[in-house]
């Protein structure tokens, strides 16, 4: 039949699934015709077109025969017919809609809302037609059958079916279960969530049912948001309106109603939204349901109970909305746009692939695909197909919709705390009562309370006002310490109960009360609820993708946690990390949460200083702590960023920012076992960056501020001294030498305002900059001619200075000052006479190693023991003069020069192995454990995983570093010692 | 009487479980013309990562149409298998993902434990067919549907252009068992 072979031709291009209703339309179309034909009534229904009266032909369709089977099989493939036509007549107006220049979200919108008012119709008409089938009206007791679900999803219809009260409803669930199977085998399958949550029946319901199952608990949002979406389909009036009164109504924000549900409601539904916020986007698979509508639904559902909006509809209670809240105009307007776009998509996607929610881009049908941007209005320009378009306009609405729902979350929540019993509750909380009082329990009645409230998952503004009351915190703590152990321990337990709904509530609640208690030493409540919460969190199904859900959200917030928890407590955490995630879009979080973890549990206070500081400042950064590469582009960003913004202070800030960024990146790199020889050039690559833009902004400020003349790097220059000087990485304080080679007090005023300023900065990174020779001249910045004369006098002090200036590394200044400074400094005092300068060094080092302890197992000095750092700096510098080397002692200083003192060249390559071994143990010692010299055994077994897991599992144990560190340093000694000899013998020839 | 056959299919979400409930269902009541129910989880449950369907397949009517007494349970997740093996009837089959069910659930019933995500991965190269491998292995374990029925139904289930794969996929789970 021609017709038939056309509708066929039609649906070959629809997703697989509706071969169904053509399964069916071939099984029964030949038995339904003739007895159409045979009782004359065939000119009456429409079979191959659409018909605008469904529900009376199908009425004539169920009357053709007695037999049921038959009735049943006819009706179906009548209503297979109509569905299919139904369809394709939408995507022809479809069509015409988009060639009518109307804006095409008003086209997407209009097609929805008529497929979806049409689909309504038709299964209306087939529901009612199989009802009178099964159950004739005259037997049925009262009953309503509600909508309450999107009247245009065509993957299954939600239905809620509510009967009179004690209505003995059995014959109304059997002809449902009939029905259901028809509408599985036939239609669009039939989904009954109210059903099978609510009452003893099996499809049908009782407002009774409803009420007892609320008084209890706030229950599951969902059936909620089904019920305040509920439309009446079929039924009586009268019980609809009552069961609006009676059910439904208590959700709806009303100043005299008991808030308890209105408020449980809204906790579960902004609970769900937020969860949906929090989820990443699949990198190969969209799915426009969780990606976002339903994150929509979930917004404008909490919404309509706020303000009482009683449409059904997403658009209609959108533009309700905008009349409520004319402020969000543009927001709902921007929503409004973003769901026509959405549920078009969804639609076509689910219409020309399959009937699924979300969808594996690649693994569809490239045809199809085109097919669907076609029909959408979009056309290929020029090289960018017209998918590649509808996909990029898909991002861009499913960015949009999370923006915005982000920012009316946070507006819902404002109406929450407004209402809510838990803040009031909260705020009622006077102060502790002495000796405790009922308001010592405020812990206890807030669970209490909230058992009502059992599965609901936002609680932000609860912690939000936790949070930012001190005195209320306060109140909240003390109470809690308070009570009896045994029932402190019970209502832990009871919080972690809170904890298997709702993880994200317990571990913010967790981590307010520990920052405040973070000094307080034993058993806090805090660290017991850490404990019993990680614990619970063991237990709990899933927690793996949840916590990386959180983490990939709210990444600042894991680490605040983090900083929270005790080391044993960590270990919970690398059992649930271990465990495989299904869902493949979080194996990138759950190894940056792994790495985050282990950052905060092996890292110094030291470290973490610099990591919490960036990470408060920027905390999308977390999500790059994996590639070196990738943090290392982002500081380059920075440091570009410093010369093109208008402001001094934003300035310094970003320059700051660009410090503590490459500090954290190479400290991780050192954690990661990176080598001591990259560690130390990068480090010092980054600080003299820092200090030379530093510089360039503090000269600029000061000079803007004045009309005079600054100082230029002619005559003023600035050396790194120390360890920076050195190129030694992680020293906790930076010794600095500013020198001006002129004597105006103008001059020198004004390079001691940029110094000071430039000090202002380096101390707001936790360094202390050190000017030794200037408090000794009296001043930051040391003119020239000063310096020359204190080095000349008999001050005993001054050796170190000139030790200190023989080993300084110009950071800013010009090559004439560099020049200057070699003349009139080091030739001068140091290589004009260096058996004075070494005959000193070697003095000095005598008188130090008298009175240094010795290295021991318990404890040893890095740097002051014999054959120590300082003793092999001390070498370097002898060396130095005595070579007449006017270049900074660099990492590679004992290579360097060991062809240049062939006699020594084995002393040289023990020191130099000898440093790198020291050098490396004292910066992953100040990594891990402290900014110390002094190393505890104890505290090496941080510091081994990093030699195990780099490979160098010959220190793998902390026993094993010891005795490497002993066997350096005797090694160290010896050189040092004949280097020593070897330069008394060569001065005094 | 009547034969009532209950099949739990169980893991996290994303791992198909709902499509291979509406298959097997169309499955039984639309080519092989039994009775079948097919529900999913829903709500609460669903948020927390966990997916579940439900199918009920019977020669008669469903007059109840949710799983009491379990025939086959597939649990692809060790969460899965941990929360539900209790609830499969004695002598009844628990199929199981050894891929992620590392304690498979002892008791008085078969389990099939064994690589499924592994062979979707290797066999067919594609991991996301796993749930179409789990389904051989059902068809085959509990024979209540006929193999003619249930290709049909993955034909009219899955995206357009992906059938061949997903029945090679299948065809993988039935080698699984033999």
């Known amino acids: 039949m021609e017709t038939l072979e056309t509708i066929e031709n039609n649906v070959s291009i629809l997703a697989n699934h509706y071969r169904k209703y053509l399964h069916t339309i071939s099984r029964f179309k030949n038995s339904l015709i003739q007895a159409l034909e045979s009782s004359g009534k065939l000119m009456q229904i429409h079979l191959w077109r659409s018909s605008s009266s469904p529900r009376a032909e199908m009425g004539i369709i169920a009357s053709l025969t007695a037999d049921i089977r038959t009735r049943v099989q006819h009706v179906s493939c009548y209503y297979a017919l109509q569905f299919l036509h139904m369809n394709f007549r939408h995507l022809d107006i479809l069509a015409l809609g988009i060639t009518s220049g109307t804006a095409l979200t008003d086209v997407y919108r209009q097609f929805i809302m008529n497929v979806g008012r049409d689909f309504r119709t038709l299964t209306k008409a087939y529901l009612e037609t199989l009802l009178d089938i099964y159950l004739p009206a005259s037997n049925r007791e009262d009953f309503i059958i509600c909508s309450v679900g999107t009247r245009a999803d065509q993957d299954d219809i939600d239905l809620g079916i509510i009967t009179a009260d004690g209505a003995e409803d059995e014959d109304m669930n059997r002809a449902l279960q009939k029905i259901t199977q028809h509408m599985l085998v036939y239609a669009t399958p039939l989904h009954l969530h109210l059903s099978e949550h609510v009452g003893k029946q099996l499809y049908t319901t009782t407002i009774p049912e409803y009420t007892q199952l609320f008084e209890k608990q706030i229950q599951d949002f969902v059936i909620i948001s089904e019920l305040l979406n509920a439309t009446k389909i079929i039924g009586g009036d009268a019980l609809f309106e009552r069961f609006q009164e009676e059910v439904i109504a208590r959700f709806f924000y009303h100043p005299s109603r008991d808030i308890k549900y209105h408020e449980g409601f809204l906790r579960g539904i902004l609970g769900d939204a937020r969860a949906l916020l929090v989820s990443p986007l699949g990198t190969d698979t969209i799915s426009p349901k969780d990606d976002a ?35 969000l105009a543009s927001e709902y307007e921007q929503l409004f746009r973003a769901t026509s776009f959405l549920e078009m998509f969804k639609f076509l996607l689910q219409l020309f692939i399959a009937q699924e929610e979300t969808f594996r881009l690649d693994e569809v049908d490239k045809n199809q695909l085109a097919l669907i941007a076609q ?3 979009y056309k290929p320009i020029g090289t960018i197909s017209a998918w590649d378009q509808l996909i990029i306009d898909y991002y861009r609405h499913v960015g949009e919709v999370r923006k915005l729902c982000d920012f009316l979350l946070e507006d819902a929540t404002q109406h929450l705390s407004s209402v809510s019993l838990f803040v009031k509750m909260l705020r009622a909380a006077g102060p502790l009562e002495a000796g405790g009082g009922p308001k010592a329990s405020l812990a206890q009645e807030l669970i209490q309370t909230a058992r009502f409230f059992t599965g609901v998952r936002y609680w932000e503004d609860v912690l939000n006002l936790l949070q930012s009351d001190t005195h209320l915190l306060n109140t909240f703590i003390d109470g809690f310490e308070k009570l009896e152990e045994e029932t402190k321990a019970d209502v832990i337990r009871a919080y972690m109960t809170w904890a298997q709904h709702s993880p994200i509530t317990i571990m913010r609640l967790i981590t307010i009360m520990g920052k405040k208690q973070e000094n307080v030493i034993g058993d806090t409540v805090s660290r017991l609820m850490s404990l019993a919460f990680l614990q ?110 208008p402001g001094h202070t934003e300035k310094k800030r970003v320059l700051g920012d660009y410090y503590d960024l490459e500090f954290l990146r190479i400290g991780i790199g050192s954690m990661r076992g990176a080598d001591l020889g990259t560690t130390n050039r990068e480090f010092t690559e980054f600080c003299d960056n820092y200090m030379r833009k530093l510089f360039d902004v503090c000269s600029e400020e000061v000079g803007q501020e004045s009309t005079a003349v600054l100082p230029s790097t002619d005559t ?66 040391s003119p020239l001619s000063q310096i020359i004369d204190y080095l000349s006098s008999d001050d005993e002090e001054s050796f170190i200075d000139l030790s200190q200036l023989l080993g300084a590394r110009m950071i800013v200044g010009s090559s004439i000052m560099k020049s200057i400074f070699n003349e009139k400094i080091l030739d001068r005092f140091v290589f004009s006479d260096k058996a004075f300068y070494i005959n000193g060094m070697i003095h000095e080092i005598h008188g130090r190693q008298n009175v240094v302890e010795q290295c021991a197992t318990e404890s040893c000095n890095l740097k002051e023991t014999r054959g120590g750092l300082r003793d092999i700096e001390a070498v370097a510098l002898m060396l130095k003069a005595y070579l007449g080397i006017y270049a900074p002692l660099s990492q590679d200083f004992f290579p360097e020069i060991s062809n240049r003192v062939p006699e020594v060249a084995d002393e040289l390559d023990v020191l130099n192995r000898s440093m790198y071994y020291l050098r490396t143990i004292r910066d992953l010692y100040r990594i891990t454990v402290a900014v110390e010299d002094s190393i505890l055994p104890d505290y090496l077994e941080r510091v081994a995983p990093i030699f195990r897991e780099s490979g160098r599992t010959q220190w793998g144990s902390s026993e094993q570093i010891m005795e490497q560190v002993q066997s350096t340093l005797r090694d160290s000694t010896g050189a040092c010692d004949r280097v020593i000899d070897f330069l008394q013998s060569q001065i005094q020839q | 009487m009547s034969f009532r056959y209950e099949i739990r299919l169980s893991g996290a979400g994303g791992q198909g479980l709902i499509l291979v409930g509406k298959i097997i269902a169309e499955a039984a009541a639309i080519y092989d013309d039994k009775n079948a129910t097919q529900s999913q989880s829903y709500g609460p449950e669903a948020r927390g990562g966990a997916s579940r369907s439900e199918v009920i397949i019977s020669d008669g009517d469903i ?9 086959l349970l597939l649990a692809m997740t060790q969460e899965a298998a941990d929360k539900y093996a209790g609830e499969v009837k004695s002598g009844g089959i628990i199929v199981a993902d050894s891929d992620f069910v590392k304690s498979p659930p002892e008791g008085d019933f078969a389990v099939h434990c064994l690589p499924i995500t592994q062979i979707a991965e290797e066999k067919v190269g594609k991991k996301i067919t796993a749930n179409l491998v789990a389904l051989g292995m059902i068809h085959k374990l509990s024979g209540v549907i006929s193999e003619e029925s249930v290709i049909n139904a993955i034909r009219a289930r899955v995206p357009r252009g992906t059938e061949e794969v997903n029945i090679q996929a299948f065809k993988y789970g039935q080698d699984l068992v033999d």
């Open chain 1, 293 to 327: 509508i339903r994150i929509i639904k979930s917004i404008i559902t909490a919404k309509k109970a706020i303000h009482g909006v009683q449409q059904v509809n997403a658009w209609e209670i959108i533009d309700a909305l905008k009349q409520k809240e004319p402020h």
């Open chain 1, 375 to 377: 029909k959408m209005g």
């Open chain 1, 536 to 645: 619970e969190l063991e237990q709990l199904p899933y927690i793996t993708e949840r916590l990386c859900k959180i983490y990939s959200h709210y990444p600042q917030f894991i680490h605040e946690f983090l900083q929270i928890l005790s080391e044993p407590h960590y270990e919970y955490l690398y059992r649930i990390l271990a465990r495989p995630v299904i869902d493949e879009r979080f194996e990138q979080y759950q190894v940056q949460l792994k790495d985050l973890c282990e950052i905060h549990q092996w890292s110094s206070r030291y470290f973490l200083r610099f990591f919490s500081r960036v990470i408060s400042h920027h905390p999308e950064h977390l999500n790059s702590l994996t590639s070196s590469s990738q943090l290392s582009e982002i500081a380059a960003g920075l440091l570009a960023m410093v010369d093109v913004l």
């Open chain 1, 716 to 781: 003023f220059a600035i050396f790194a001294a120390g360890g920076h000087a050195r190129e030694q990485a992680y020293d906790d304080d930076y010794d600095l030498i500013a020198i001006v080679d002129t004597e105006d007090r103008e001059l020198i005023g004004y390079a001691t305002r940029i110094i000071t300023r430039m000090n202002r900065e380096i101390l707001k990174r936790g360094l202390l900059p050190h000017y030794r020779l200037g408090e000794i001249l009296g001043g930051f910045v």
């Open chain 2, 63 to 71: 007059d109840y149409p949710k799983a009491t007494d379990i025939d």
